[in-house]
């Protein structure tokens, strides 16, 4: 039997990786919130069970303009077989508060979204209560050649970036955006790269509508 890459054995990961179950909605909040204990949960037991293992390092800076600190999580998956071999997952990014508890919240949530990206995990909602991530069929072509969407565990990212595109004149799309300020800025504050999703279609967008098309 060959030994198999350390490629090979993430494939393997990606294709084995169970679902995660979303959590229990909290008073103030949008939808159930994906949690981080549970993507470790799913995301490690898929690594162990074809022989990888994963460990984190992380730089933190202070973005005084907005009073946060963002954490960077870089990620190493290590081949147990062979640990010369690795994986580098580089560039995940998380803000959180100035206080006790915001870099270790911004550490949990990059780290999330670092093994998140590392299965290639496709997610949607299956059902009011839970949350369902299916890895990529083996020899399923994706036909969407469109930059995919950033989500975020408190706001639709999804629903927003529809209703900018769907808003038909600028009344309609300046009321639009004064309902979704709120939450375009806690993006902002927490999930940069869904923040400037957003923040392009609705430049895009407005631009659009001012020259009337």
Do not use: W
């Amino acid at each position: 039997m060959n030994k198999k890459n350390i490629y090979q054995k993430l494939h393997d990961a990606c294709l084995s990786a169970g679902s995660v179950k979303k959590g229990t909605k909290a008073n103030g909040m949008h939808f159930n919130p994906l949690l981080h204990d549970k993507v470790q949960e799913v995301a490690t037991q898929a690594l162990l069970d074809n022989g990888l293992y994963a460990t984190c390092n992380y730089l933190t800076e202070i973005v005084p303009d907005i009073k946060q600190v963002m954490v960077v999580c870089t990620m190493r998956i290590y081949d147990i077989d062979d640990p010369t071999q690795h994986i580098l997952v580089d560039g995940c990014s998380a803000f959180g508060n100035l206080d006790k508890f915001g870099t270790g919240n911004a550490m949990s949530y990059s780290r999330k979204y670092a093994f998140l990206n590392l299965l290639n995990l496709k997610t949607g909602i299956k059902d009011e209560d839970g949350y369902e991530a299916k890895p990529f069929e083996q020899n399923s072509p994706e036909q969407s050649v469109e930059e995919p969407t950033y989500m975020d565990d408190n706001i639709d990212v999804e629903g927003i970036k529809r209703a900018l595109k769907e808003s038909n004149d600028l009344k309609h799309f300046n009321e639009l955006k004064d309902s979704i300020r709120k939450d375009v800025e806690f993006l902002l504050r927490n999930n940069l790269r869904a923040y400037r999703q957003v923040t392009d279609i609705a430049e895009v967008r407005e631009s659009q509508l001012t020259k009337g098309q």
